[in-house]
């Protein structure tokens, strides 16, 4: 029995959508989809087999085009017995890695999506409430930009924090990857400025997190790295950072290099 | 005095010496917590008042502003104690380490009028105490305080020649990468890696230094090694060249192995020659680096380099054979693997086991 009936009511649906998108990135969940239309694949560890990718990965593809309005889908949360809230796994042992994170915050915007639009907030004692995600909107001009900086370091934080406030920006800092990509969920960033070896969730994984997610595609993304393995810059560019500064840094550079990915003309482009 | 009488004196006495010796050591046990929390509130005052002037003087972009304001503090930095003077550069030295530029040059101005506390710990008998002096000199004041960083290179102390090397080479000129080699050869309990860790501080500018220290016969092995180690750190695809000569001529085992990691790295198939002679050798380390060198350089399946590598799937050291059965999949030669899987050979146990970790494509084969 297919996990995925209204995918394969909405064939034709599909197929123009892959004729019309070029973008490698987004064709790739329609290729997904389109596995399951023509080849007949019928859970999500096949699909996610046959694209090599997590059955997490297809999860979250499969709730981009079900948020996207593309295809409806049956709830997520009902048909897929492994999307557990993020509260389920807080207290284990294990180091979370990328694909779990997602798979959680995927989960969560799922569940929050199969509610409708008129259910209630979620409490602040809902394991939800913490990664309700926040629609993106274009900030005024008046507005004051906000930064999320992911760094381990106290003073190397509150440097950083200084210089931009001094910009005009509001700086929200987390100490960890995980809870950095928590925030990214929760806040409207406009920019983020990650520290390459935070723990939990190196700045490499959540580079690649935050590009993979359509709402942070267009944000920039700025990280920090001592100096290591010549390959670190590459690997940070790779990833999909906009920018990357090295330890010790000039905090007048680091305003300077910032202001310029948070002009408007930069983050229309 | 009956005997009990005297008993019951001794027991008394005992008493009395171990409330005693309880008072004094609950007394010791205050003072020192008084002293500890003392110190604490002194450094949390000294924090409130200075974090924020140091933020404000590295943040600051107003060079006319900052200036004032750096003489203006450094006026009160010269009335302070020497003992919070020193506490107050640690603090300096924390933030000169996360910024440089200008941020870091005010924050060396600043720091100035204090240094003299920090050079008197240069003297001081405990090695920790020396090492945190050279650290705080070398970090705010090298410029002027460059001869007691560089005699501090010939401490008794290995943790103080490391701070001085270290904080030499983060200053990143070039005429110090020959007083750290000498320095670093000399210490047996210094790490390769740590050298060439403070080496790589230098930057790609030591290349030229390191290549002819690397090259120099007369120069002890042990330094030459560490050059090599350095020079594969930083790419020098010039150092080939000398790698392949050490290779010929030399004996010392440690800049044999170095030489062959460095080749691994910057050598292409014109260096196989040499390194082929290697694969025989009767040490095990220098095998091994062989081996793996050889499977680097060559890089072709169908090469006469693919069957000295296969033979050395056989060598009486595991280690060897694991290099060998790496290095044969780097090469993209399977069949020697199949062959060892399929005949009974002696290391076939060894092959299945390192076989998950040679890619995906092959385990399923071995299964």
């Known amino acids: 029995m297919s996990e995925f009936p209204q995918i394969v009511e909405k064939a034709a649906e599909l197929k123009a959508l892959a004729a019309r998108e070029s973008h490698w990135k987004r064709r790739k969940p329609i290729e997904a989809l389109l596995l399951i239309v023509d080849r007949g694949a019928e859970t999500r560890e096949e699909v996610a087999a046959a694209m090599d990718v997590s059955p997490g990965t297809v999860d979250r593809w499969l709730a981009r085009y079900a948020e996207s309005g593309i295809l409806a889908f049956a709830e997520p949360g009902a048909e897929n017995p492994e999307a557990a809230p993020v509260s389920s796994d807080a207290n284990s042992d294990a180091e979370p890695n990328l694909s779990d994170v997602i798979a959680q915050l995927d989960a969560m915007r799922a569940l929050l999506a199969s509610a409708g639009t008129d259910h209630e907030p979620a409490s602040r004692d809902s394991p939800t409430h913490q990664l309700v995600p926040v629609a993106v909107h274009e900030r005024r001009q008046d507005e004051k930009r906000v930064i999320l900086l992911g760094e381990a370091d106290d003073l190397v934080a509150s440097i950083i924090e200084a210089r931009l406030e001094k910009d005009g920006s509001t700086v929200q800092r987390a100490t960890d990857g995980v809870q950095f990509a928590a925030m990214a969920e929760e806040l409207n960033a406009d920019l983020f400025l990650i520290d390459t070896r935070l723990s939990g969730l190196d700045g490499y994984q959540i580079s690649r997190w935050l590009r993979e997610e359509p709402r942070f595609q267009s944000r920039p993304i700025v990280m920090l790295g001592w100096p290591g393995k010549e390959t670190d810059v590459v690997d940070a560019f790779a990833a999909g950072a906009d920018d990357y500064i090295l330890k010790p840094f000039s905090p007048v550079d680091l305003g300077a290099r910032v202001g310029r990915l948070l002009r408007p003309a930069r983050r229309a482009a | 005095m009956s005997q009990a009488d005297a008993l019951l004196e001794v027991l008394i006495v005992a008493i009395a010496g171990s409330l005693a010796a309880a008072v004094l050591a609950a007394a010791a046990a205050m003072t020192l917590r008084l002293r500890h929390l003392f110190h604490e509130h002194r450094e949390r005052q000294l924090k409130s008042v200075w974090i924020p002037r140091l933020l404000s003087l590295v943040v600051d972009d107003n060079a006319i502003r900052c200036d004032a304001e750096v003489g203006v503090f450094s006026r009160e930095i010269r009335v302070l104690s020497q003992t919070r003077q020193r506490a107050l550069l640690e603090l300096i030295v924390r933030f000169a380490f996360v910024v440089r530029g200008t941020a870091r040059t005010r924050l060396c101005r600043l720091a100035e009028p204090a240094l003299p506390a920090a050079r008197a710990l240069l003297g001081r008998r405990d090695p920790a105490m020396r090492a945190l002096g050279v650290h705080i000199v070398g970090r705010l004041g090298l410029d002027r305080n460059e001869k007691s960083v560089l005699r501090a290179l010939d401490d008794d102390a290995p943790l103080v020649r490391k701070t001085a090397a270290r904080a030499l ?56 090694a560490i050059c090599a180690e350095a020079l594969r750190w930083l790419n020098d695809l010039t150092a080939a060249e000398p790698a392949t000569e050490i290779l010929l001529r030399e004996n010392d085992r440690e800049l044999l192995a170095a030489s062959l990691r460095l080749l691994r790295r910057v050598g292409g198939a014109e260096h196989a020659p040499a390194v082929r002679r290697l694969c025989t050798s009767h040490d095990p380390v220098i095998r091994l680096n062989a081996v793996a060198t050889l499977a680097a350089t060559s890089g072709l399946p169908e090469s006469p380099d693919a069957d000295l590598i296969g033979v050395a799937l056989a060598d009486p050291s595991s280690w060897v054979a694991i290099r060998a059965a790496r290095g044969l999949r780097e090469i993209g030669c399977s069949t020697h693997l199949r062959r060892v899987l399929t005949v009974g050979h002696p290391r076939a146990s060894l092959v299945r086991d390192v076989w998950p970790e040679l890619g995906t494509s092959t385990t399923r084969e071995a299964a």
């Open chain 2, 169 to 224: 080479a983060r200053a990143g000129r070039t005429d110090y990468v020959e007083p750290i080699l000498e320095t670093a050869a000399n210490l047996e309990d210094w790490d390769t890696s740590e050298v060439v860790s403070v080496l790589q501080d230098i930057g790609p500018a030591a290349q030229p230094i390191l290549r002819r220290a690397f090259s120099d016969p007369e120069r002890r092995p042990a330094a030459r």
